[in-house]
Structures are given as C-alpha cells and as structure tokens.
C-alpha cells in the first residue's frame, strides 16, 4: 500500500503496531504466517511468527541435550552486536515455539479440512492457533496464508477451475471451523493478490494487468454482494488503461485495507499511519462489514 518506493513494513504488520496494547503480556506473536516470511505481516515494532502447516514445534532439537546445548550458545557472548542480535531472534523463536506447542496439546477440531489441499491445511493451522488464544494472551490476531499457481499465461482455464475449487473447499471447511470454535461473527477472511489478468487472451492464457475481485468471507460481513464499480468487459473503456483489458481498479486497495483494518480496531485518526495515502480516496470505509 505504498506505490511510490520500496517499503520495509507491510499494512498488516503496521496494524499490529498500532493495536500492540491489546495483546500486552502476550507469549506469542499477534501475527501468524503460514508460509514463509511476508511483507504484509512486517510492522515497525511487531514481526510474525513463522507456523508450518501440520507442526507447532517450529524449532524442534530433538532431544533435552540438544535443547540444552542451544541453551548455552545463547548464551554466548562474545560483543558482537550481529551475534547478540542472531541470538535474540532465535531465543525469541525458541520461547514462542514452546508457548506455541504447549498450548496446541490436545487443541482438536472436529471440523473436517479437505486433504491434499495446500490452503485448508494452512487454514487448519490457523483455526487451532485461534482455539489457543487464550493460552497464548492474544485477544487480535492476524494471519497469512498463500495459494499460488494463479499466474496462467497458458493452460488457463483447467489450472484455474482447480485453484478455485481448493479456495472454495478450504474457505468453507475454515469458516464451519469458525463456527465450530464460535468466533465466526470476530474472525474476517479476504483474499488478496498484487495483479489481475488482461481481458484480451495470449493463445491459451492472459497476462498481467491490475484490477481484479477479491472474496470476503464471515459471518460479520454484508455477503452476496459486489461492492464496487463492476467493470466494463469492452476493450477501450475509459478504466482500461492499455486498450487490451488492462483494468484500472474501482477501489484502491488503501481503501480494501483501511475498511477491514477499522473493523479489526484501528481508530479511524489512525487509518493514515496504516495506509498514507488514504486520503486521496473518498472514502476509508467500503461498507463491506457490518
């Protein structure tokens, strides 16, 4: 959400930073990955904790002994202030490993994920940190998930027909999860992506282009509906930028992430920290949560 240069933060990770005092005293990261370090989960001052799908040892030593040797290379000091920051993060990533671990012991869900489905089992390892707040003092959580293969040049349709039907299964076991846990009305799923596809094909595929749709999901938003200007399909309409499909976005993405942010807590005075350029829209709230 920051177009005119590089950025070292990401919008989720800045709302982390804003809402820190609601997670004070807590064992575990507010921000959970599912896949890898990501922008959108960096803040300032909060960082995410990195969960593989199916594990929450994160860092698993094997045994007490090697525990024990890890224990004393933190301890190590030799004044270098690379080696006291590498021993920091990783005695952080020990302590949340063990925070994280401790409370997930018995954390099962009777909610039924599709197998061989990348994104519900990333979602399934959300669903039972969710179940966990508690232990883990966390009241805001935010999480990233990743499915990718959406970037067809060819083959398109069959590729893109399966991609959607493992969003569709895994969003749905993820949301009757929700309701399992009874947090379905506190807990918003969207989707989001860095660019769309062109309307005019390339043989058997699209290329790159900007606007797109994306899918918000729980029970507290207002469902079934578009929000937004529902583009032109005409090539050369006054929001194709290229004359080849090439659509501008209706709403900016300041505006996609300012709505949900104000609904996960972040006052509206606080909405320009998160999203500078807020003001150069008409509006910070879509309207898509009640």
């Known amino acids: 959400s920051i177009p005119t240069g590089l950025s070292n ?33 960096t ?4 960082f995410a904790a990195n969960v593989p799908t199916g594990s929450a040892t994160l860092l698993n030593y094997g045994n007490a002994a090697r525990q024990a040797g890890l224990q004393q290379l933190l301890t190590f000091d030799n004044g270098l202030q690379l080696v006291q920051a590498a021993n920091g993060t990783l005695g952080r990533g020990q302590s949340y490993a063990n925070a994280l671990s401790g409370a997930l012991a018995g954390a099962t869900l009777a909610t039924q994920f599709p197998a061989g489905n990348p994104l519900a089992a990333q979602l399934q390892t959300v669903a039972r940190i969710i179940k966990v707040r508690s232990a883990l003092g966390l009241s805001r959580q935010i999480f990233y998930c990743e499915l990718g293969g959406f970037d067809t040049h060819s083959g398109q349709l069959p590729i893109q027909s399966a991609l959607l039907q493992q969003l569709s299964q895994a969003v749905l076991a993820f949301y009757r999860a929700t309701q399992e846990l009874g947090v379905d009305s506190s807990v918003t799923t969207f989707t989001a992506s860095e660019f769309g596809r062109a309307l005019t094909p390339n043989s058997s595929g699209t290329d790159h282009a900007w606007g797109s749709h994306h899918f918000v999901i729980g029970t507290g938003v207002k469902g079934g509906r578009f929000f937004g200007q529902f583009p032109s399909l ?13 659509l501008i976005p209706t709403s900016a993405v300041d505006q996609y992430g300012a709505t949900l942010a104000q609904w996960f807590g972040v006052a509206a005075g606080s909405v320009s920290t998160i999203f500078p350029n807020i003001a150069n829209f008409p509006t910070s709230n879509l309207g898509i949560l009640g």
């Open 9 to 41: 933060t990401g919008w989720g990770g800045r709302m982390a930073d804003v809402l820190q005092s609601s997670n004070a005293g807590a064992t575990f990261p507010a921000m959970t990955s599912t896949n890898g370090s990501s922008l959108f989960l």
């Open 43 to 46: 803040g300032q001052q909060s």
């Open 234 to 246: 005409t090539l050369g309409n006054d929001y194709d930028a290229t004359g080849t499909g090439t």
